[in-house]
């Protein structure tokens, strides 16, 4: 079993940044698609960015392209999220998630482990 806790969430104002910290459990980290999913308030949970195993290639949706930077530290066994110049809609619940294959999927169904979320809040 992959355990995933996300951390850094809070509440900032528009144009500004926060990072999003997803610790992982085992030691195959290093093996791991990851990737983050947001769900904000009366909307469907969407993909947001996915860094294949091994770092071998990262997918950003649109609304993250340009702005949101995924990446992970092998040696914490950590994934990041850095988002910069944020915007109100923005905000959701932020999700860590893993799966076993090795390409990066935007649907949720793929997917094998989650984390519990972590509240994103901008304000204008």
């Known amino acids: 079993q992959v355990q995933l806790v996300e951390s850094g969430g809070g509440l900032v104002q528009a144009g500004g940044s926060l990072r999003l910290s997803c610790a992982a459990s085992?030691?195959?980290?290093?093996?791991?698609?990851m990737g983050w999913f947001r769900q904000a308030p009366g909307k469907e949970r969407e993909f947001v960015a996915g860094?294949?195993?091994?770092?071998?290639?990262?997918y950003y949706a649109d609304s993250a392209k340009g702005r949101f930077t995924i990446s992970r530290d092998n040696a914490k066994n950590t994934v990041y999220l850095q988002m910069n110049r944020l915007r109100p809609d923005d905000t959701a619940v932020y999700y860590c998630?893993?799966?076993?294959?090795?390409?990066?999927?935007?649907?949720?169904?793929?997917?094998?482990?989650w984390g519990r979320g972590a509240q994103v809040t901008v304000s204008s």
């Open positions: 998630a893993a799966d076993l294959s090795m390409a990066i999927s935007t649907s949720r169904n793929d997917w094998d482990y």
């Open positions: 085992g030691r195959t980290f290093n093996t791991l698609t």
């Open positions: 860094l294949s195993w091994r770092s071998l290639s990262t």
